[in-house]
């Protein structure tokens, strides 16, 4: 194992000094012919799988395939907001222990990836969505996780912009905060898991699409790429937008269906918003940076598609919907829209784990949260591929759940899940 | 400094007036924009940069002006270089401390060197409870100005438009394609960005202005030309959709136009590039088109010495209008033979210029113009390419779809008469195509020659809106962030306010240069919307927020009643006293306005099959007269919606279902009659708003109805679960029904909406001495749930199957198909799921609340609370709850853990009902 | 947001209509197995390509209708 140059204050004084240059955060390998693991997506999922797969267990000889470049899917496209207050057991300790692992992530990757817990909080503008949120307090509770109800006056007090009033149109009757909940800077998750990989000898491949997967007699045997084939006995399908259609290379089908998900950034203003507010009533998710641009977001796009391009309906949905919550921020200006790609399964929880082809996996379905998830995924999944036990943190997220009729319970809860 | 008149000035020298500018009042003219008066008056330093807060003053003199975004009274962020200033406006300078001219944070750009690109990455890791302090600091420099605390006065307004050309760009060659298009009898929405129509002619020469002079006459003159200024395209969407934010409308704030051309013609000529170079970014250096567009537009004099640094006309032309203006131009730099500048030199503005000579000249003024940028991004977003050109250093667009066209600078290179030649062919060529004509092409301008010129010798600032340099871009590419993207993301270049369209090129090329690639191989220019920055006011309009009232609203306010937001409806929660209203009902008798009920009229032959499928319980035995109650789930057997449908007559039933499920159930009847069975002849009309509905409940409701109504209540004339015809309170067609959601005798009537509150006031007078009363719908939701009644979404969620909703008893297995049957068979055969139970707290006076957490050992969730409420009836808390099925067992004690951390014994009761099991009540 | 052109009303936006979903045929309910129902519940093509969807005219003529769209670039066969 390769030490990678340290960072930190001392590092940046010395070579500001000095004028030497960093080295490369990571570096371009050939591909070799076989590796013993090939990880397919090179966002979050894929990055930490990797680098968990090395880090703790010793397992370096991976290659991770990334069609473009490093994050540009999913993990550079999410509103980077990041909670545990879900509402079933098991959604709740799985997220828990990602924000645990972000907490003591930029320690334990040497890279700081900005992880602001600022706290999150969740509107409700109807009796039902008070009661939801109840039963996810209550859930979070039980579970250890800091969640409590606020009533309009209490939400009045933490964000001064918000219309408690009874004028808006959905005037606002209570709130779930959780402080532990706020944001990270996404982009640097993805290089300081990057990083460590590299430096733990992972390969990472960008510009290298998978367009192939063999199997022979219901093992995974490798994956074509346009660069050349690997043979691997073990492959981990981490794809994110595309999970499906990797899926299909390998001839397992899954019950995803891909839909855009759009967001949008305001022009910088002076901070003033602490936390992370949402309304789910009004589908819109709002926080400010520490640049001091606005990070909107909404629910998924009304219909399925893989194009990227963005709608004008998006922003005046959001637009109308935040102003409902904020009046005082018309004169704020939308600087740039994006949208991702989202898997999203029929309950609302993500695909982890094995699949009818050996030595297949897949970690996908990941619908509007998973980049929350990317450490524990992570995690739990170099956990799986290491030792071929299923961790008891994913085992309700497998595959077989939906033919055998045991859909996990986060349907139950309200429509936006941020 | 103000010149004397110039010839194509901007300014109304007969309108003077005065504004402030960080605490100090300065004159301007009518016509100034708030940068041009300061300018005038000797300012030149209007902000501080991002990272390092070095001082910034005027590049580009126009809209995309990075330097000088200040604050305008409440509003952050404007562009102090286009919006034209007012008497009286308040400027101030954004994120200074304490002042524009002694900025405390300035002191970074004595650590410069090690604020390098994403030095933040780097540092403040250790020791991790710090990060929080760090990252208080790090906010504190960020950029922009303040939001206000109050909403802002002034409306937004958004409008359709419906030109079938439109052109975006009001230079030569956009006005002469207006022209074209408007000759050939079409209508043309002609946009553009500035607040006057002519593009760069505006600032040009007498030959430039004659030739503006005639074509605003032609355009003012021709017949279906609409003309917008101070307005921008904001976007191509799909389905040919082109939006113009309007900056400047009379009466609002702004406004958003949305218009479906026919044809889209782009004509917004050329974006010119700033130079790369040590120093680039002071106070001082200006594009030449920024000079030329003060000394002729606002007689501006930028400068006393001037060094120019030309590779094109425009810089020539700067040239001219510089020595016309009195500037001492020292030396004329030209970059078509090899000139350059090598370093600019100065502090708080440019003190000297570094010449590739050797030589160095003192001056206070760089003028450069070394190329062009075509703002290709609205062909891009309309799904065109851009190609990049190196004879010409720019980019063009590229394959075009049919219906966007190009015209003028950004396609090519001439001279005023070529452009307005181009323009009219691509405006003749747009009218073809909008009547539908097979595209022909359209020769195209060609782009001169150019040299390559994106950055000098020295580091310079690339994106002076984020403060990345190129050394910053080379930086990045050495640690391995060497695609351009990932670029981009690691310095934040092109990520702020300019939104790449000064510096997406030249970082592009930067990192081509680092990188070993071409320019083509390392990054395109695909545009994004919004091509500028639009506000949340436009972009939300007029907030339109539709809300349902029923006929009877204005009565329940009028009487006090305490309002309810129930998705689409407005509804009376209470009069005041829901336990009294409850007590009302059970005791004599209460009225509830229940319009929002969904309602669909169903006629035809086939509906008896249609409510066989759709619901799981049986229908096909339902005699005419009769009602009954039904449950559908969706095919995955989760329960959807409840509801009581009658049989008014053969082959007409009137469906009610949930107030929240109305439109779904509608929208679920009619796709599984159009397209799973079409061949079934129903129809349906929903009728909620048709209808006003009451339900009169209470046992001297049969008394208190049937003093208005001819219809025979007699118990065995009209028994439970049948419905009626006939008149109420002197008004025809009322359907009434004999149903029992609030566990009391009680008839439902619906009555044609516009005579709903003559009924509802009819009821209450002639029932005043049974002690009629008005009940909303917190009395309805205790009478239910003392009832057992369930309200699905709330006593079921997502995943609660029928058998889990405690209805067994409807689910009939034995139908040879119903939506949802094979889920319902299987999980009939299990036990693994929750199960609705009555609960009842062992203490009579705990009501835990709703979504409560029922746990075993301690901690393990086995169901939940799903509806609590003190009954005024029994005097206890009565609940439902869902339970795994393992304890649904009458008798069994559950273990109720409440928000406060008590954990509180409850009992499952033998039924849902808590009072009236039997049914005797409602039967009476 | 793109048009879809509706056989009763024309081009429309397509935020008239509501999306259902991918066309699929309801299986036999008396002889399905759990995988055929839990197929039909839960599976989907989900191709970045030409693909039969429902859809609803909602805020038109209330007709169920189907669209033939590419799901990889929004373009709807006419």
């Not at chain 1, 637009?319 to 200006?333: G, I, S």
Request: aromatic share 6%; glycine share 10%; proline share 6%.
């Amino acid at each position: 194992m390769t030490r990678p140059a340290r960072y930190s204050a001392y590092g940046l004084a010395r070579r500001g000094l000095t004028g030497a240059a960093w080295p490369p955060a990571w570096r371009a390998h050939e591909l070799r012919p076989s590796y013993d693991v090939v990880i397919v997506g090179g966002g979050v999922h894929g990055l930490a799988t990797a680098h968990y797969l090395a880090a703790k267990h010793g397992i370096t000889n991976v290659a991770l395939l990334e069609r473009g470049y490093l994050g540009g899917g999913g993990s550079g496209r999410n509103t980077a907001i990041i909670r545990s207050n879900y509402l079933t057991p098991e959604g709740v300790r799985f997220y828990d222990r990602s924000l645990t692992l972000y907490e003591s992530l930029a320690a334990d990757l040497n890279f700081n990836v900005m992880f602001s817990q600022r706290g999150h909080l969740t509107l409700a503008h109807s009796d039902s969505a008070l009661r939801t949120m109840r039963w996810r307090a209550e859930v979070n509770k039980l579970q250890g996780v800091d969640s409590e109800l606020l009533d309009p006056a209490e939400i009045a007090g933490l964000v001064p912009h918000v219309d408690v009033s009874d004028q808006p149109r959905y005037p606002i009757v209570g709130g779930l905060f959780h402080p532990p909940g706020g944001i990270v800077r996404h982009d640097a998750v993805v290089w300081g898991y990057a990083r460590a990989a590299d430096a733990n000898g992972v390969h990472l491949h960008q510009d290298t699409e998978v367009v192939g997967i063999d199997v022979v007699d219901g093992r995974v045997r490798g994956v074509r790429t346009n660069r050349g084939p690997i043979a691997a006995p073990v492959v981990v399908n981490c794809t994110a937008g595309w999970s499906s259609l990797v899926c299909e290379l390998a001839g397992v089908e899954v019950p995803i269906t891909t839909y855009p998900l759009q967001a949008a950034v305001t022009e910088p203003v002076r901070p003033f918003l602490d936390t992370v507010v949402v309304s789910g009533t009004l589908h819109v998710y709002v926080s400010q940076t520490d640049r001091g641009e606005l990070v909107f977001g909404a629910s998924v796009d009304p219909y399925p598609s893989y194009s990227t391009r963005g709608s004008l309906e998006f922003t005046e949905g959001v637009a109308t919907h935040v102003l409902e919550l904020m009046p005082a921020l018309a004169k704020l200006r939308v600087l740039r829209q994006w949208a991702g790609l989202c898997d999203m399964t029929p309950d609302f929880s993500p695909i982890m784990g094995r699949t009818p082809v050996d030595g297949f996996y897949v970690d996908i379905g990941w619908g509007t949260y998973g980049f929350k998830a990317g450490p524990v995924a992570g995690e739990t999944m170099a956990e799986l591929v290491a030792t071929g036990t299923t961790p008891e943190l994913i085992a309700a997220f497998d595959l077989a759940r939906f033919a055998e009729g045991r859909l996990v319970g986060e349907r139950g809860a309200a429509a936006v899940g941020h | 400094m103000r010149l004397p008149p110039q010839p194509g000035e901007a300014i109304d020298r007969t309108t003077a007036f005065t504004f402030t500018w960080d605490g100090r009042s300065y004159p301007a003219y009518a016509g100034d924009t708030i940068a041009s008066a300061l300018a005038a008056a000797g300012v030149r330093v209007f902000s501080r940069s991002l990272k390092y807060h070095r001082p910034r003053g005027l590049l580009t003199a126009d809209f995309h002006d990075p330097g000088c975004l200040v604050q305008v009274g409440d509003e952050p962020n404007v562009r102090a270089a286009h919006r034209r200033v007012e008497p009286g406006m308040t400027v101030r300078p954004q994120a200074v401390w304490p002042s524009l001219r002694w900025d405390v944070k300035s002191a970074n750009q004595l650590v410069g060197k090690a604020l390098t690109a994403g030095f933040y990455y780097k540092t403040f890791i250790k020791p991790r409870p710090l990060w929080p302090a760090y990252e208080r600091v790090l906010r504190r420099f960020s950029p922009g100005g303040e939001v206000p605390a109050e909403p802002p006065d002034g409306r937004y307004d958004q409008r359709y438009a419906h030109p079938d050309v439109l052109v975006a760009g009001g230079g030569p060659a956009g006005l002469a394609a207006a022209l074209a298009a408007a000759e050939a009898g079409l209508q043309v929405l002609l946009v553009d960005e500035q607040h006057e129509l002519g593009g760069h002619l505006l600032w040009g020469d007498d030959g430039d202005r004659a030739a503006l002079r005639d074509l605003r006459g032609a355009v003012a003159a021709a017949d279906g030309i609409e003309v917008l200024t101070d307005a921008v395209v904001t976007g191509r969407y799909d389905g040919g959709r082109v939006v113009v934010l309007q900056r400047s409308a009379p009466g609002v704030v702004e406004r958003l136009v949305k218009a479906r051309p026919r044809v889209l013609v782009a004509a917004p000529g050329l974006i010119e590039r700033p130079y790369v170079v040590a120093g680039n970014d002071l106070p001082g250096v200006l594009l030449s088109t920024a000079a030329r567009r003060l000394v002729n537009r606002y007689a501006v004099r930028p400068g006393q010495r001037a060094v120019v640094l030309t590779a094109n006309n425009s810089g020539d032309a700067a040239v001219g209008d510089l020595t016309r203006a009195g500037v001492d131009v020292r030396r004329v730099l030209d970059a078509r033979r090899g000139d350059d500048v090598v370093r600019v030199r100065g502090r708080r503005g440019v003190r000297a210029v570094e010449c590739s000579d050797g030589s160095t000249v003192a001056c206070d003024l760089l003028v450069t113009a070394v190329g062009w940028t075509a703002p290709t991004s609205l062909l891009t977003m309309a799904g065109g390419r851009s190609r990049y050109l190196a004879s010409a250093a720019r980019f063009v667009p590229a394959d075009l779809p049919d219906d966007v066209l190009a015209a003028g600078g950004i396609v090519g290179d001439g001279s005023t008469a070529d452009l307005v030649a181009h323009g009219r062919a691509v405006g003749h060529e747009a009218a073809r195509r909008a009547r539908g004509l097979p595209p022909a092409h359209v020769a195209d301008l060609e782009p001169g020659p150019h040299p390559e010129l994106f950055h000098g010798r020295s580091n310079g600032i690339v994106d002076l809106a984020e403060d990345v340099s190129a050394d910053d871009l080379r930086a990045a590419v050495a640690e391995g962030y060497d695609s351009i993207e990932l670029v981009k993301r690691y310095t934040t270049a092109t990520m702020g306010p300019t939104q790449g369209k000064l510096e997406a090129v030249n970082t592009i090329a930067v990192v081509a240069a680092a990188t070993g690639r071409s320019i083509e191989e390392t990054g395109t220019t695909t545009g994004r919307p919004p091509y500028v920055p639009v506000s949340l006011g436009v972009l939300a309009g007029r907030r339109y927020q539709p809300v349902r009232r029923s006929p009877m609203h204005t009565w329940h306010v009028e009487h006090g009643a305490t309002p309810l937001v129930a998705g689409a409806w407005i509804r009376p929660d209470h009069y005041g006293d829901p336990a009294g209203e409850v007590c009302a009902v059970r005791q004599g008798v209460g009225i509830i306005d229940v319009t929002p009920l969904g309602k669909l009229a169903l006629h035809g032959p086939d509906v008896a099959d249609l409510l066989e499928l759709l619901y799981v319980n049986r229908w096909r035995k339902l005699a005419v007269g009769s009602v009954r109650y039904g449950v559908m789930c969706t095919e995955d057997g989760v329960v959807l919606d409840d509801g009581v449908t009658g049989r008014l007559g053969e082959d007409r039933y009137l469906m009610t279902t949930t107030s929240s499920g109305a439109t779904t159930v509608e929208h679920w009847v009619e796709r599984w009659l159009q397209t799973e069975r079409p061949h079934w002849q129903v129809h349906l009309v929903p009728m909620t708003d048709a209808y006003a509905s009451i339900n009169v409940a209470g046992p001297r409701s049969r008394e208190l109805v049937g003093r208005l109504t001819d219809i025979d209540l007699a118990p065995e004339a009209f028994p439970y679960m049948r419905v009626r015809l006939g008149r109420v309170a002197g008004v025809a067609d009322c359907v009434v029904w004999r149903i029992g959601f609030t566990g009391e005798l009680s008839f439902e009537l619906h009555v044609p909406a516009a005579f709903g509150q003559r009924v509802w006031e009819a009821l209450l007078e002639v029932g005043a001495d049974l002690g009629v009363r008005p009940f909303g719908v917190e009395a309805q939701r205790i009478l239910r749930l003392e009832k057992g009644h369930l309200i699905v979404g709330q006593d079921t969620d997502g995943l609660t199957q029928a058998y889990g909703a405690g209805l067994d008893w409807a689910v009939k297995l034995d139908k040879d198909d119903f939506v949802g049957k094979p889920e319902l068979a299987w999980q009939r055969a299990r036990d693994d799921y929750l199960v609705l139970v009555g609960l009842q707290p062992v203490d009579p006076a705990v009501v835990p609340p709703e979504s409560c957490q029922i746990i075993e050992d301690g901690q393990r969730i086995v169901g939940r609370v799903t509806s609590s409420r003190m009954s005024p009836t029994l005097d206890r808390a009565v609940c439902l709850g869902l339970v795994a099925a393992r304890l649904s067992e009458p008798g069994t004690t559950v273990t109720v853990l409440l928000p406060d951390g008590r954990r509180v014994p409850v009992l499952v009761m033998p039924q849902l009902a808590h009072v009236d099991p039997e049914g005797v009540r409602l039967r009476g | 947001m793109m048009l879809l052109t509706c056989p009763h009303c024309g081009a429309r936006d397509a935020g008239e209509f509501d999306y259902v979903g991918e066309r699929r045929d309801r299986p036999d309910v008396s002889r399905a197995t759990e995988q055929e129902w839990r197929g039909y519940l839960y599976l989907r093509g989900n191709r970045a390509d030409w693909t039969a969807e429902l859809w609803h005219h909602r805020a038109g003529c209330e007709r169920f209708l189907t669209v033939v769209r590419h799901l990889g670039t929004d373009e709807v066969r006419g």
